[in-house]
């Protein structure tokens, strides 16, 4: 029978990188997952290991390329790291490197950037994904992943279908609250990954915080608009958005009215909207 496709590689690799310029120093720390595809059949098929890297290897090629790598943002380390794989064994034709990055933030204390003390930024972890194919087209995606905001009015959900089996009521103040997974594909490079990836997030997020919300597809979709706009080098945005739902609370028991003031927060089930926007 045909082995239709195949693949493997390390997930779950953990590697934290200090770069040292002076007294300053910066911090790294990647959860990498390195895929290969290539001549590998045999060891499906045939149980024939003689062209299979192993997958330890795959993970101590993480470490080297660290090593050799200290200073370099995420999407740079993932395309040498691509490229180390395709360079190192010939019989590799493609790889896929992902990234998810715990992110310390540096401190700063009465104004001044401490030089090598940080704090957890635990909003979203930072992703990266690397596709290239050897002699071939690379592609670069990054991203967020579980980056989390709200605002506590100006949004509202009014005019949708009513039939027998709609129940929700109409409004024009609610909260509107996600857990945001997005990415974006590059299609040129910026003069700095981070910065414009914070350029990003900045955009959606004023959008989000400074404009009335029909719904959160409204939202989501002149965010993504606003981050295009703001930067040439992305050729489109994905985002996928949990509705994080609040249920008001019923307080009548109390002799209290709600106001819109109370609620009972829940996860489940929730909304899930999802889009990608592009350039025309
Ligand atoms: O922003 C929203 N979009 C929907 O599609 C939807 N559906 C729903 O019940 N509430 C909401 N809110």
């Not at 024939?48 to 740079?76: H, P, Q």
């Not at 019989?91 to 310390?104: D, G, L, R, Y």
């Not at 996600?178 to 974006?184: F, G, I, Q």
């Amino acid at each position: 029978m045909p082995l239709i496709k195949n693949r493997y590689g390390k997930g779950g690799v953990r590697v934290l990188r200090i770069h040292r310029d002076g007294d300053r120093q910066e911090v790294s720390q990647l959860n990498i997952k390195a895929m290969v595809e290539g001549d590998f059949a045999r060891t499906y098929t045939h149980g024939d290991n003689a062209t299979t890297v192993s997958t330890d290897t795959i993970k101590n090629v993480v470490n080297v390329v660290a090593r050799e790598n200290t200073g370099l943002c995420a999407e740079e380390f993932c395309q040498v790291l691509a490229n180390k794989y395709l360079e190192t064994y010939p019989q590799i034709s493609s790889v896929a490197i992902t990234s998810h990055e715990t992110k310390w933030s540096r401190l700063s204390f009465h104004g001044k950037p401490h030089p090598h003390s940080f704090v957890l930024d635990a909003n979203g972890k930072p992703t990266v994904e690397v596709s290239m194919t050897r002699g071939g087209a690379s592609t670069l995606v990054s991203g967020i992943d579980g980056f989390a905001f709200m605002k506590s009015t100006q949004s509202g959900w009014e005019n949708y279908v009513k039939d027998r089996y709609t129940t929700i009521p109409p409004t024009a103040d609610r909260i509107c609250a996600t857990s945001m997974v997005a990415s974006w594909v590059w299609s040129g490079k910026p003069g700095s990954y981070p910065a414009t990836n914070g350029r990003i997030l900045d955009t959606v997020l004023e959008v989000f915080s400074t404009t009335y919300s029909k719904s959160v597809q409204d939202s989501l979709y002149r965010m993504g608009e606003a981050a295009l706009a703001a930067v040439p080098e992305i050729s489109e945005i994905s985002m996928a958005c949990p509705n994080m739902h609040f249920i008001p609370m019923n307080l009548s028991a109390f002799g209290l009215d709600n106001n819109n003031d109370v609620f009972l927060p829940t996860d489940e089930p929730h909304g899930q909207i999802e889009c990608t926007v592009g350039r025309g």
